[in-house]
């Protein structure tokens, strides 16, 4: 079951991905050749209005192939006979489609459980926070400049600046307080301000709804773009993220100790995975990286800039060597997700 679930995310996903390529495509006149979810060869396939719809074997990947994608301009409705600027909105639709999907699925799940303030639970006797005055019921706002507006956030913060000195500025009787906390090291070697925060949720209004629904999103991206801050600086290494064999493990977990809550529990956690790799794999495509669409998309500016295209060929062949090196570090996490399972 859990593989089925995580199937289902899985396509989800990448169908509303590259949903955002093929009507972005079909908007500037681009002709689609093929529409595909998954990878090899087709298992249905269908031709409808100019455009071949293909269900593939391997449930991993899909495709929006253009006609002359990595050409320069050629024959009307190709991909490269249209403007610089038109071909951007094409490939900057995925990521943008995958924050809109994450987008609609926080919005379903504020409306049906609501959001977790940053309201301050305990104060543990014997740490920073409890000793610079911090007391139940206190809402905090900023940690070193950075908002905050979910309980999450602030145990989230710690745990990316370990160690780190933060000013922390938090409400109470809707009156401003700021103090500068020093961490405490525990006997396990981490180092923790004595914040329990609130882990209730509350229903708001509409409005309140859409914007927590918003800053869900935004939440998911800060952790992402953390995270690859940490893997940049060597804080964590490859061994540590997680591939597909990963991502479906962690469904199952998820799935079996929801199901013994209820199916609603079910349903309001495996929407919150999607959220998750949703916004992750729009960060992800978005990094200027070769074969990602983020690394299209540094082409297509340099050309804005210079007035005139790269030579396809040089373009396709960088594209080609990011796939392949793209590829092996697949390979990689995935051998590192195996290792973890046995």
Not at 162 to 187: F, S
Request: one cysteine or more; glycine letters at 10%.
């Amino acid at each position: 079951m859990s593989i089925l679930i995580a199937l289902i995310i899985f396509s989800l996903i990448i169908i509303f991905h590259e949903l955002g390529h093929f009507l972005l495509a079909k908007a500037n006149g681009i002709t689609v050749v093929e529409f595909s979810l998954g990878m090899g060869p087709r298992l249905l396939s269908r031709e409808w209005h100019g455009t071949r719809y293909s269900w593939k074997l391997l449930p991993f990947g899909g495709s929006c192939m253009m006609l002359g994608e990595d050409e320069a301009a050629g024959e009307e409705g190709s991909f490269g006979s249209k403007s610089a600027l038109a071909r951007i909105s094409v490939i900057a639709a995925g990521p943008i489609f995958n924050f809109i999907m994450a987008f609609v699925a926080a919005v379903i799940i504020t409306g049906c459980v609501g959001y977790d303030p940053a309201v301050v639970y305990r104060a543990s006797d014997g740490f920073p926070a409890q000793e610079a005055g911090i007391q139940t019921g206190d809402v905090i706002t900023e940690m070193n400049g950075k908002h905050i507006q979910l309980a999450r956030e602030v145990s989230n913060y710690v745990s990316f600046h370990q160690g780190e000195t933060v000013t922390v500025t938090y409400e109470r009787d809707g009156e401003a307080h700021v103090v500068t906390l020093d961490p405490k090291e525990t006997e396990d070697g981490r180092y923790l301000l004595g914040l329990s925060m609130n882990s209730g949720y509350v229903k708001g209004s509409v409005g309140k709804t859409l914007f927590y629904g918003a800053y869900e999103v935004k939440y998911w991206i800060d952790i992402t773009l953390q995270s690859l801050k940490m893997l940049v600086k060597g804080q964590v290494g490859v061994k540590d993220m997680s591939g597909p064999v990963g991502v479906v493990d962690m469904i199952g977990e998820t799935y079996t100790e929801s199901v013994q809550i209820s199916w609603f529990a079910v349903f309001v956690n495996m929407l919150n995975i999607a959220i998750l790799l949703s916004a992750n794999l729009g960060v992800m495509n978005l990094l200027p990286l070769p074969a990602l669409d983020g690394g299209r998309l540094v082409f297509l500016i340099l050309e804005l800039i210079r007035g005139k295209r790269i030579n396809p060929e040089k373009e396709g062949m960088v594209h080609f060597i990011g796939l392949m090196a793209l590829m092996a570090l697949m390979v990689v996490i995935l051998f590192s997700d195996v290792m973890k399972l046995m």
